[in-house]
């Protein structure tokens, strides 16, 4: 199986680290144009660097904007006014507790998870269809499905990346135009390292050790018993992503190593 995505034009949102920046490097080793978005050129600039060390002859452009707002995505729309893939991966997530999330920390959640997708989504979305072609594909999580109770802002966000997803492939049918979402679960990401900095320091062990104890320990129904890397989620975004996958649309797609205890959604 090729999956060959020369000459498409990918957008990925938040893609200069974790899951994001893995994609990218997926669909630029598939040989598509890949526009790489931060909110902080730097981080830009070590992206387009690191993907081109794997894949040398990637074709990449960057662009600093924050997508979470009206003004970051106007930003995008007046650089990249059309695209064949969007990716919206763009989202927060932290472990606050349900009594001490403020209005104002549910809000801004629901604006970057979810407001940033569905604004991106309505630009080039019309135009995708125009040409008969285009994938859509939201990141979602297994927190979409089975709401954790450490993080309920975060689940309630991610339930609703599915809601339009599914929606949005169903308004969009007969287009030629795929809309999926994916549910990774925990994924071995600087993010996730970062939200276990506290408990690495306690235990002493690696940022990979804690990583895979927090699954066994936090998602106790993981069949892998570890967190996934993050090629494997972006090895299944490469393909939804491409020609291959025209029969796959308004699915929620599992790569959370069986974190979620059922044989469908």
Request: aromatic residues 6%.
């Amino acid at each position: 199986m090729n999956i060959d995505l020369t000459g498409k034009l990918a957008i990925v949102s938040g893609s200069t680290a974790g899951i994001g920046l893995g994609i990218s490097k997926a669909l630029a080793e598939s040989g598509a144009t890949v526009v790489v978005i931060g909110r902080e050129w730097y981080k830009v600039e070590h992206a387009l660097e690191d993907i081109r060390q794997r894949v040398p002859e990637a074709k990449l452009r960057g662009l600093e904007a924050d997508l979470g707002t009206v003004e970051g995505a106007e930003q995008l729309f007046a650089s990249e006014p059309r695209a064949d893939i969007l990716v919206n991966n763009l989202g927060i997530f932290n472990d606050v507790d349900f009594f001490d999330a403020h209005d104002s920390e549910w809000a801004r959640f629901y604006e970057v998870n979810v407001i940033s997708g569905v604004r991106l989504a309505r630009h080039y979305v019309p135009d995708m269809v125009g040409q008969g072609w285009g994938r859509v594909i939201f990141l979602s999580s297994e927190s979409g499905i089975a709401t954790p109770g450490d993080m309920i802002n975060y689940g309630v966000t991610k339930s609703a990346n599915l809601a339009v997803s599914h929606g949005l492939a169903k308004r969009l049918a007969g287009t030629g135009v795929t809309v999926n979402a994916i549910l990774p679960g925990p994924t071995f990401t600087d993010g996730l390292e970062h939200m276990l900095k506290g408990a690495i320091a306690k235990s002493g062990r690696s940022a990979r050790e804690e990583a895979d104890e927090f699954v066994r320990k936090a998602r106790p129904t993981s069949i892998i018993q570890r967190a996934a890397e993050v090629e494997e989620v972006a090895n299944l975004v490469a393909y939804i992503a491409s020609p291959l996958s025209s029969a796959t649309t308004g699915a929620a797609l599992r790569v959370d190593g069986g974190v979620v205890d059922s044989m469908a959604i």
